[in-house]
Every structure is written in C-alpha cells, then in structure tokens.
C-alpha cells in the first residue's frame, strides 16, 4: 500500500522538485499540493495523510503554527517533515517531534532517507498519546512561534529568497493581503515571517508606528501628505517610490487630527 503524502510550499518549483522525486521513489502516493498554511490544516484535515513535507517559511502560517492550529483544532498529527533552505530550523524541527527536516535544493538520496525514516516511525509501536504529551508539543510549539523582542531594532523581510534585517526606521509601511505581511522600505519590499499585523505591531516601536487601518500599519516618519478624501475620510501618502496611499479607517480618524492638529 503507497504511502499517502501532501506537500505544502509557496515556492512552485520546489513542489515540483520534490513531487518529481518522491514520484520516482515509488510506493509514495502525493494526494494533494497547497501554498500556504491555511492550505496546510484544512488539507491535513481532509486527506488525512501518512506524511506531510512542509515548508517552514510560508505566508500567513509558517510551518510551525500549523502544527499549533492542527493541535488546536484536534486534528491528528501525520507524520511531519519539514522542509528549508535553512538547516537552523533543524533543531526546532526536532523539538517539536517532527519525523525529519530536508534542506533545499533537494536531495534524491535525502529523500528516501526521509521516507524510510517515516516509513519506519509508523511502523513502530504507537507511542501514548495523553493530553499531558500533547500539551507539552503544544507548549514548545508556542514558544517557537513567539515574535522577536521589540527591542531588537530590527526586522526580518524575506525578499527573493534573502532574509534581511532591516531597521525599524526605514520601514514605511506594512500591509496584509491574502495571509501574507508585506513590509515596504524606500529600497526594499519583501514579506514578514509574522503570521498576523498584530504579531509584526508587537516587534515595532509604538510611538513611531500606528495602525491607521485594520490592514495597514505606517512610519509616521514616513508620511508624505495627509489627503482629504470623501465623507470626511483620509488617505496617507507615503513616502515609498511608489508613493503609496493608504486609508485611514473611521475609527482612527479622530487620532489623525490629534497627530498632525487637523
């Protein structure tokens, strides 16, 4: 009987890498592909998979939240590799019991290896399952998915395929759109690893950031121009090459005017 597998990445070619090796394996049958994390839950739910290879970086739920979602929702726990283009994530792949990590590019002998040692961790005896061991997976996974302290002075942006750190003063703006946090600099535009506003807001210095609507958080810094726009609302003209205008929400209205003495 073929081992059921999914594999969940943002990036099509690595899907395709390693739907391609894991077809010349044999005895390996992939049931379903997806993009993100969100994708991840509910297509684990769903298929109920013996083995899912899972990306660690992704837009709105990076690898481990979704195990923390899977264990929130009580959906059972496949067997989980993660996959990486950086192997520090090793040691935290393993602390949350996952059944292997693989670096990317992909490797066909690492493969195999990942399958045999799956392969061979279903096999073995079933080990308990009590909610005190899940609690304990649940707590781990928790702590690695805390966002950095806002003390840092810094940010990570992933931008074609580099982490950069970038300081907090040059940030723009940062918007969310369909799961995924863009950060916008004067230079550089790239994604958060935050899974939420709320997770990146937490990193950033409040009196220099404000969220001036539910999707849009901005550099006070870095405001060009407030606009009049109609029925009493605003619009921010940033100060990014592409000169960006942002809505103020209503309910935020009143703390425009007592910024800029409107």
């Not at 970038?166 to 369909?178: M, P, Y």
């Not at 006070?220 to 619009?235: A, C, G, M, T």
Request: glycine residues 4%; charged residues 25%; aromatic residues 6%.
């Amino acid at each position: 009987m073929a081992l059921t597998t999914l594999i969940i990445d943002d990036e099509p070619l690595a899907r395709q890498e390693l739907h391609y090796l894991l077809d010349a394996l044999g005895g390996v049958e992939v049931l379903a592909e997806g993009t993100n994390g969100i994708d991840a839950v509910e297509l684990i739910r769903h298929h109920k998979p013996d083995v899912v290879f899972l990306d660690v970086q992704m837009p709105g739920l990076d690898g481990f939240a979704v195990l923390k979602k899977l264990l929130d929702k009580k959906i059972p726990l496949p067997q989980i590799v993660f996959a990486t283009a950086y192997d520090r994530y090793a040691v935290r792949a393993f602390e949350v019991n996952a059944a292997d990590y693989l670096l990317k590019p992909f490797d066909r002998k690492r493969v195999r290896q990942t399958i045999e040692k799956a392969s061979a961790r279903m096999a073995a005896p079933a080990e308990s399952t009590s909610e005190a061991k899940l609690d304990a997976l649940l707590r781990l996974v928790e702590e690695q998915a805390q966002p950095a302290k806002a003390n840092s002075g810094k940010v990570v942006v992933r931008a074609q395929s580099r982490l950069l750190l970038v300081d907090q003063h040059e940030i723009c703006f940062a918007s969310i759109e369909d799961g995924a946090i863009h950060v916008i600099t004067a230079t550089v535009e790239g994604q958060s690893n935050c899974r939420t506003l709320e997770e990146l807001t937490e990193q950033l210095n409040p009196e220099t950031f404000w969220r001036a609507h539910r999707s849009y958080v901005v550099n006070l810094q870095h405001i060009r121009e407030v606009v009049p726009w109609f029925n009493s609302s605003y619009q921010l003209r940033m100060d990014d090459r592409k000169q960006t205008e942002i809505p103020v929400s209503r309910s935020q209205t009143k703390r425009l005017r007592e910024l800029f003495n409107l």
